[in-house]
């Protein structure tokens, strides 16, 4: 099992910078992909990001160019860093962890999630 714990949420205005933490814990030996989601209210669950444990990234076209995933191996730890948020990037945002990859019915694990709010 491996748990995931997010942390950085909040409330910024558009054009502000937050940075999303998600620290896992367990049989993390198990995980090649962590990455996020984000569900904002009313609407599915979108992929975000994806960093595999060799650190090749992967992001959706409406943040490529303004969010950076990153990790910390050795603290089992990965990053978001959102820069020039938007009202539209508004969501919880889950962490997420799986073993073959990270399409959502590949992910084995999901945070608790975190708010994010971009005000205008």
């Known amino acids: 099992q491996v748990q995931l714990v997010e942390s950085g949420g909040g409330l910024v205005q558009a054009g502000g910078s937050l940075r999303l933490s998600c620290a896992a814990s367990?049989?993390?030996?198990?995980?090649?992909?962590m990455g996020w989601y984000r569900q904002a209210l009313g609407k599915q669950r979108e992929w975000v990001a994806t960093?595999?444990?060799?650190?090749?990234?992967n992001y959706a076209d409406s943040v490529k160019g303004r969010f950076t995933i990153s990790r910390d191996n050795a603290k089992n730890t990965v990053y978001l860093q959102m820069n020039s948020l938007k009202p539209e990037d508004t969501a919880v945002y889950y962490c997420a962890a799986g073993r073959a990859g990270l399409g959502y019915l590949q992910v084995d694990y999901w945070g608790q999630g975190t708010q994010v709010t971009v005000s205008s």
């Open positions: 960093i595999s444990s060799y650190g090749a990234t």
């Open positions: 367990g049989s993390t030996f198990s995980i090649n992909y």
